[in-house]
């Protein structure tokens, strides 16, 4: 059974400083997600990371996969207040057919000025 | 820019009730997903969705469930006989491939609460 666990779980952040967040996952996989949550919102796609040593950017957001090592990161630079947010990865289970993704338990972020 | 639609955004019921919960995916994708997301937990997977037919389930997708397109536009979610436990946001997804390449997109989700 594929496991998907993130750390930490809850991260206070200040602004202008730099933040990481790792996501470890139990099998075999080369597809990987980053999404964000506002609260009482739905799931926005950040990232899609598909193959060994991927990385993509998107403003302070960075997102790197190692499969070697079952772990991906995301990485924020300069935080801001409005990257307040829960942020989850989720690794696609591989079927022949359809996404089955499972996700990591989130990690609440908290901006302060 | 195209998105996936849930109705309604909240539902109450009664245990023992039934509920259905209704999606309108994006238009041209042909994959649908069900995930559910209690309140303070992970997101969890229930069911995907091809070709008019249940392509993979989970365990929490038992009988008390079931999917169905009925037209061309709409997917819903059925739960026959609702319980405590049942209380969550469910969001539908769609996909237009199965490809990596191809990311969920989730809609705002609907959520259910079992009085």
């Known amino acids: 059974e594929l496991k998907v666990e993130q750390n930490p779980l809850f991260l206070s952040m200040q602004e202008g400083k730099n933040y990481t967040i790792y996501c470890n996952y139990s099998t075999t996989s080369d597809r990987l997600y980053w999404y964000r949550q506002d609260p009482g919102k739905s799931l926005e796609s950040l990232f899609v990371l598909l193959s060994n040593g991927a990385v993509k950017q998107e403003g302070r957001l960075m997102a790197s996969l190692d499969t070697k090592a079952r772990l991906s990161t995301l990485h924020i630079t300069a935080a801001v207040h409005d990257l307040s947010a829960t942020y989850f990865c989720a690794v696609d289970g591989f079927k022949a057919a359809g996404n089955k993704l499972t996700f990591g338990g989130g990690t609440r972020v908290l901006v302060k000025p | 820019e195209p998105e996936v639609t849930q109705t309604p955004s909240h539902q109450v019921t009664q245990m023992g009730q039934e509920v259905i919960l209704r999606c309108v995916p994006i238009?041209?994708?042909?994959?649908f997903y069900w995930y559910r997301q209690i309140l303070g937990q992970k997101v969890e997977f229930l069911v995907s969705?091809?070709?008019?037919?249940?392509?993979?389930k989970s365990e929490i997708f038992d009988d008390q469930f079931s999917v169905e397109r009925p037209d061309g536009s709409n997917f819903t979610l059925k739960i026959r006989s609702t319980k405590l436990e049942d209380s969550a946001m469910y969001f539908c997804a769609s996909s237009e491939t199965y490809q990596g390449n191809s990311p969920l997109h989730f809609g705002n989700g609907t959520r259910l609460t079992v009085t």
């Open positions: 238009s041209n994708h042909l994959y």
């Open positions: 969705f091809y070709n008019n037919e249940i392509s993979e």
